[in-house]
Nanobody, 121 residues
Framework: QVQVVESGGGLVQPGGSLRLSCTAS????????MGWYRQAPGKQRELVAL???????TYADSVKGRFTASRDIPKNTVSLQMNSLKPDDTAVYYC???????????????WGQGTQVTVSS
């Protein structure tokens, strides 16, 4: 079993900052990638940021220059620093970890329970 647990989130005014953190734990052989998705009411879940084991980071165009994702690979953690937040950033943010539970197996995506981020004055 693999657990993915997020922390952070909350209510912030436009222009403010928040930091999300996430840890993957359990039966982990290797974490291939970790990152963040978000889902706003009535919209599909979308990628926010994803970091691979090779250090490649992919950001959604809408957050480039405002959000910064970082990973601690040995600790299986990922963080998301969100600056200059806008009302359009309001969503439930989900952490994801692409995990190998044993060598020479297919990686599987595990998800956290989600954390609410609300940007409003």
């Amino acid at each position: 079993q693999v657990q993915v647990v997020e922390s952070g989130g909350g209510l912030v005014q436009p222009g403010g900052s928040l930091r999300l953190s996430c840890t993957a734990s359990g039966s982990i052989f290797s974490v291939v990638a970790m990152g963040w998705y978000r889902q706003a009411p009535g919209k599909q879940r979308e990628l926010v940021a994803l970091i691979t084991n090779h250090g490649t980071t992919t950001y959604a165009d809408s957050v480039k220059g405002r959000f910064t994702a970082s990973r601690d690979i040995p600790k299986n953690t990922v963080s998301l620093q969100m600056n200059s937040l806008k009302p359009d950033d309001t969503a439930v943010y989900y952490c994801t970890a692409e995990v190998l539970t044993a060598p020479r197996t297919v990686p599987y995506d595990y998800w956290g329970q989600g954390t609410q981020v609300t940007v409003s004055s």
